[in-house]
C-alpha cells in the first residue's frame, strides 16, 4: 500500500466559492499527479508535480491551481468552483523510475 | 498530442465467452499500462506492456502491445461476472520538463451477464 490519502472524499459546494482538495502520501514519493474523472472522457491530467514547489500544467488546467510545499501533500484548488468542475478527482503518485501509478481513493465533488 | 482510442466503450457479453478490448493510440509511445475500476472505486493497475510484442496474462485477462501498429488488446477468455468493471489504457509519454505522463483512453466499460 502506497499511503495515499485524499480528503474530503466528498464534497457539495457552490457556485463561486473556492474549493481545495488535499493529497496526502506517506512514502516520500517525488511525482504526484491530479486528474478528473467524467463519462465519456476517461482521465484527464489537470495539474501534476515532480518535486517540491515543482509543478506543472496538465492538459485540462483552467480554472485549477496547485500547490505542493512539502513532498508528501500536493493540493489542488478551484478558486471560483463552477458547475463544469463537478467531477471525481483522483491524486496519484509514481515511483521514481518505477511504473504507473497508485490512485487514491478519490475526492467526489459536486458544484451547485 | 498523444490521442487514445478504445473500443469499444461499452461491452456487455454472456458468462464464457471471449471477447477483445482495443487501444489505439497515435503517436510512439515506449509502454503502456491497463487499469481496472470498479463502479465507485478508484483505479487497480493490471498490466504494463514495456515493449513490442509484450505480452500479459493473469487469469482469464491477457494484454498484448504493438508498438509499431501502435495498438494493444485486452482479451478476456470465458468471461466471468467478477471482470465486470471499466477497463482503461494508458500509453506513457513525457512532458517536455522531462516528467512521464499517461494518457488515459476513454474506458471500457465490461458487464458480463450470467
Known amino acids: 500500500d502506497a499511503g495515499i490519502t485524499q480528503s474530503p472524499r466528498h464534497k457539495v459546494t457552490e457556485t463561486g466559492t473556492p474549493v481545495t482538495l488535499r493529497c496526502h502520501q506517506t512514502?516520500?514519493?517525488?511525482?504526484m499527479y491530479w486528474y478528473r474523472q467524467d463519462p465519456g472522457h476517461g482521465l484527464r491530467l489537470i495539474h501534476y508535480?515532480?518535486?517540491?514547489?515543482?509543478?506543472d500544467k496538465g492538459e485540462v488546467s483552467d480554472g485549477y491551481s496547485v500547490s505542493r510545499s512539502k513532498t508528501e501533500d500536493f493540493l489542488l484548488t478551484l478558486e471560483s468552483a463552477t458547475s463544469s468542475q463537478t467531477s471525481v478527482y483522483f491524486c496519484?503518485?509514481?515511483?521514481?523510475?518505477?511504473?504507473?501509478?497508485?490512485f487514491g481513493s478519490g475526492t467526489r465533488l459536486t458544484v451547485v | 498530442e498523444l490521442k487514445v482510442e478504445q473500443n469499444p466503450l461499452f461491452l456487455s457479453m454472456q458468462e464464457g465467452k471471449n471477447y477483445t478490448i482495443y487501444c489505439n493510440y497515435s503517436?510512439?509511445?515506449?509502454?503502456l499500462y491497463w487499469y481496472r475500476q470498479d463502479p465507485g472505486k478508484s483505479l487497480e493497475s493490471l498490466f504494463v506492456?514495456?515493449?513490442?510484442?509484450a505480452v500479459k496474462q493473469e487469469g482469464r485477462l491477457m494484454a498484448s502491445l504493438d508498438t509499431k501498429a501502435r495498438l494493444s488488446t485486452l482479451h478476456i477468455t470465458a468471461a466471468v461476472h467478477d471482470l465486470s468493471a471499466t477497463y482503461f489504457c494508458a500509453p506513457r509519454t513525457i512532458y517536455p520538463s522531462g516528467t512521464y505522463k499517461y494518457i488515459f483512453g476513454t474506458g471500457t466499460r465490461l458487464k458480463v451477464l450470467a
Open positions: 496519484a503518485i509514481r515511483y521514481r523510475g518505477g511504473d504507473g501509478y497508485t
Open positions: 508535480s515532480y518535486g517540491v514547489k515543482d509543478t
Open positions: 503517436t510512439t509511445s515506449d509502454r
Open positions: 512514502e516520500n514519493h517525488r511525482y
Open positions: 506492456l514495456l515493449s513490442n510484442g
